[in-house]
């Protein structure tokens, strides 16, 4: 059988998300796991998540290291809890900020992987750091502080 993604533990009322949401038919379906103490995510930009020809879409890089950071913040606040990682349901958090460095462009014709490190976990924040690297080559790297979304908090329908 095969392990649960975080995004797969999140409640229903928070699964739509563009990026990670498995309820959205048109999202882009991240799904993060614990590789150690580091988190990963393997994805394959589509032909659409052009920038120019041959190269990936900042845009895209910015929506899959913000969205993975979220499920791997998820992930870490589940563990610092004492939560098993195969049973949810994981907290949701938002992003309060993102910061990404584009350090080369990155290929559309390969499998791109995000590998995150958790910084910190303090209260309801968690920092997170990311490489997306193509072909074995780190192209961007992103930081990223995100906020649990209070329990009191309902999304609209």
């Known amino acids: 059988m095969e392990r649960p993604a975080f995004q797969d533990l999140y409640p229903d009322h928070w699964a739509h998300c563009y990026g990670c949401g498995r309820l959205n038919e048109h999202g882009l379906h ?33 929506s899959v290291i913000d969205c993975h950071s979220t499920g791997s913040a998820a992930a870490a606040a589940h563990r610092a809890a004492g939560g098993d990682p195969a049973v949810g349901p994981y907290p949701r958090f938002l992003t309060g900020t993102l910061k990404v460095e584009y350090l080369k462009p990155t290929p559309i014709d390969s499998p791109v992987e995000l590998r995150s490190t958790i910084a910190e976990v303090k209260g309801r924040k968690v920092t997170v750091a990311t490489n997306l690297s193509s072909r074995g080559v780190v192209c961007a790297r992103g930081e990223a502080v995100l906020v649990q979304v209070p329990d009191t908090w309902e999304p609209k329908a």
């Open 30 to 62: 991240i799904r993060s796991f614990w590789d150690g103490d580091e988190t990963v995510a393997t994805l394959v930009p589509r032909p659409h998540h052009t920038a120019i020809p041959g190269f990936v879409y900042g845009g895209y890089i910015a």
